[in-house]
């Protein structure tokens, strides 16, 4: 009998029924299916409420980065990861930057835009005049719409109108720039620009469409500094090398893209682990990097007079310490109290230092002793496990492998059998 994914209603199910039906669409066994009950620390109520058609949980390694001293208060870092290596080398980079003083990161003010669309006006120039003249109109009908985030010294503070070009022609795009203080504010913005839009298309004469938030979040930007002493990296011949694979991410969008990967290894892992929007912080930090037709790093590195190792890293951090994720996932909420934050600035900050830091881990190890050495020793472990290793032969057979420079399946499965053998 040939199998539909077409089911009306589906979302409707109680969980279980809904793994039942997962389980005779894809032909899993009991043992498999068992796999779905366990929750964990979220459980299953709160799991069904924060997306739609929930069958499990997917669990995702906590660990927590050490030796971390960001403007000058010693910190534990969350991160959410399940590749090998990350953890340690931010943490290994952590205790390098210690040596002088650490990061020192700041930030700006949360600021979003909210974005109104409008199409077939016929005057553009003069629409966007028109906008702007009534900026205080608009402004006030934003922030009746959330009195709570005006009230903690948030909400709508600036109004920008631009005109560009399209291949359907010109079009007139309407941008409130709202504060919106410790939330990410996604909701609050698109809201605002919801209430908005039937003004501004009264104004324009025009017809809006999009009324949503940017996930390039240019004004609300963190930053973070930190000197690395050279002989701790290994030597000015280590540093040198690092500065020349930075030149090599400046000049080629090919190296570049795994050049910011890997500060995105850090930065996401965190922004995961304290419940924000992994996709919408990685598309800011891609869209920031490539925001003068050009895509760079994320990173700047030279060395200072003394011949240390100098980065600085610069990118939109659209993150927050209230609503969403943060507020109805456990263990995002056990995250941040670990961190200690009180504001999201704070912890945009903290997330700015992870990210440099898994930066200059990675150059790091590819001017030296080459990022295959480490990482796959960690690797071997992972590929141990699944072919279905367990306890002390997991470090047997990963063991092994590395020594013998095979890490593969095949071989993992001809140690397991040897092994099990005995």
């Known amino acids: 009998m040939k199998k539909s994914s077409e089911v009306s209603g589906f ?54 980065a050490v030796n971390f001293l960001v403007n000058g208060r010693d910190m534990l870092v969350p991160m959410a990861i399940e590749e090998p290596s990350v953890v340690a080398a931010a943490s290994n980079a952590a205790k390098i930057a210690r040596a002088r003083g650490g990061f020192l990161a700041t930030s700006t003010d949360p600021i979003m835009i909210g974005q109104i669309q409008v199409v077939d006006v016929k005057d553009t120039q003069r629409a966007r005049f028109e906008i702007l003249a009534q900026k205080d109109r608009i402004l006030k009908r934003a922030n009746d719409q959330d009195p709570v985030l005006v009230s903690l010294g948030g909400g709508a503070r600036d109004l920008q109108v631009r005109v560009i070009d399209t291949f359907l022609g ?61 002989q701790q990296l290994g030597g000015e011949e280590v540093v040198d090398g690092i500065i020349d694979a930075y030149a090599f991410a400046l000049a080629d969008p090919f190296r570049c893209a795994t050049h910011n990967k890997g500060i995105m290894n850090g930065v996401t892992a965190v922004v995961l682990a304290t419940g924000n929007d992994t996709r919408a912080v990685e598309a800011g930090a891609h869209a920031y990097a490539a925001r003068t037709g050009h895509y760079t790093s994320l990173t700047t590195w030279e060395k200072n007079v003394e011949g240390n190792l100098v980065g600085t890293i610069e990118m939109p951090m659209a993150v927050g310490i209230v609503g969403g994720a943060t507020a109805s996932n456990p263990m995002a ?33 590819l001017a030296s002793e080459g990022i295959q050495r480490g990482h796959m020793g960690l690797h071997a472990r992972n590929v141990a496990i699944s072919v279905g290793a367990t306890g002390e032969l997991i470090d047997v057979i990963s063991a092994q492998m590395v020594a013998e420079k095979r890490i593969r399946i095949d071989r993992a499965k001809e140690l397991l059998e040897q092994y099990s053998s005995r």
């Open 11 to 64: 979302y409707k199910l109680p969980i279980k029924e809904r793994a039942q039906f997962v389980k005779e669409f894809a032909g899993l066994t009991d043992q498999e299916a068992t796999m779905f009950e366990a929750s964990g620390p979220l459980p299953f109520d709160i799991a069904n409420r924060m997306i739609e058609n929930v069958i499990g949980i997917m669990p995702v390694p906590l660990a927590v």
């Open 170 to 230: 010109k079009m007139v795009i309407a941008e409130i720039l709202v504060d919106c203080r410790d939330a990410m504010g996604a909701n609050a913005v698109n809201t605002m620009a919801e209430a908005v839009a039937p003004v501004v298309e009264e104004i324009s004469g025009g017809h809006v469409y999009l009324r949503i938030i940017s996930n390039l979040a240019v004004n609300r930007l963190a930053r973070a500094k930190a000197i690395f002493d050279r």
């Open 333 to 365: 909420r056990l995250s941040l109290k670990i961190l200690g934050i009180k504001t999201a600035k704070e912890l945009a900050e903290i997330i700015a230092s992870v990210g440099l830091a898994q930066n200059l881990a990675a150059l790091r190890a």
